[in-house]
């Protein structure tokens, strides 16, 4: 079966961190995502590593958040320092079997397989 099963959300205090982990089964691929969506948001592309080893970010989390893969390419993590109560929200891991559409690293539309999400609550 193929899946995406994220952990490590939790509630921190303005300025601290998590660990985000996004376990892979029955697939592995090079080109995997961070997404978040907020309450009455739109979902957003955070953060992506591509085939090459290459990352991107968005902007509001550029220098705070690290994006990185195992060896293995089946454990994407995210590592979020500095967090801010605007980086509140549903954070979902993404990836691509099968699929061969594209729309750049940080559309939602260039991943076809999704995680359940892992709640992150940051407090002022």
């Known amino acids: 079966q193929v899946k995406l099963v994220e952990s490590g959300g939790g509630s921190v205090q303005s300025g601290g961190s998590l660990r985000l982990s996004c376990a892979a089964s029955?697939?592995?691929?090079?080109?995997m995502a961070w997404f978040r969506q907020a309450i009455g948001q739109q979902r957003e592309g955070v953060a992506s590593?591509?085939?090459?080893?290459?990352?991107t970010y968005a902007d509001p989390v550029k220098g705070r958040f690290t994006v990185t893969q195992n060896n293995a390419k089946t454990t994407l993590y995210l590592e979020m320092i500095n967090l801010k109560p605007e980086d509140a929200a549903m954070y979902y891991c993404?990836?691509?079997?099968?699929?061969?559409?594209?729309?750049?690293?940080?559309?939602?539309?260039?991943?076809?397989?999704w995680g359940q999400g892992t709640q992150v609550t940051v407090s002022s």
């Open positions: 993404a990836g691509r079997y099968l699929y061969t559409n594209w729309y750049g690293p940080l559309s939602s539309r260039s991943y076809n397989i």
């Open positions: 029955g697939f592995y691929d090079d080109n």
């Open positions: 590593i591509q085939t090459n080893g290459s990352t």
